[in-house]
């Protein structure tokens, strides 16, 4: 069964940008037709897709956070990232990684998730 695991610091200050990274185990980064995604849930909120990479290497990004945010992989280490740019404490999330096996039926595995804080 695939696992996904995030990780990253828990805590980072506005203006600067926040890193994370996903790592993949019992399945490949680079599987045909598979989309991994970020996906996030600010306290009280309900849940955004924020972007993703397909297995070729093809990204993809919300409208409204395309500015801010970069997705990238390392296939060798079977990860893949997520870095967002001039955070603000409106940016205090729960963050998730998932899989989406075939890129267009909807994602069925996800990490535990990981919660950063954006604050002086």
């Known amino acids: 069964q695939v696992q996904l695991q995030e990780s990253g610091p828990g805590l980072v200050k506005p203006s600067q940008t926040l890193s994370l990274t996903c790592t993949v185990s019992?399945?490949?980064?680079?599987?045909?037709?598979?989309?991994w995604n970020w996906i996030r849930q600010p306290p009280g909120k309900g849940l955004e897709w924020m972007g993703g990479?397909?297995?070729?290497?093809?990204?993809y990004y919300s409208p409204s956070l395309q500015s801010r945010t970069s997705i990238s992989r390392d296939a060798s280490k079977n990860q893949f990232a997520l870095q967002l740019s001039s955070v603000t404490p409106e940016d205090t999330a729960m963050y998730y990684c998932?899989?989406?096996?075939?890129?267009?039926?909807?994602?069925?595995?996800w990490g535990k998730g990981t919660l950063v804080a954006v604050s002086s």
């Open positions: 019992n399945d490949s980064i680079t599987s045909k037709y598979t989309v």
């Open positions: 998932t899989r989406d096996p075939t890129g267009v039926n909807g994602m069925d595995s």
């Open positions: 990479i397909s297995y070729s290497g093809s990204t």
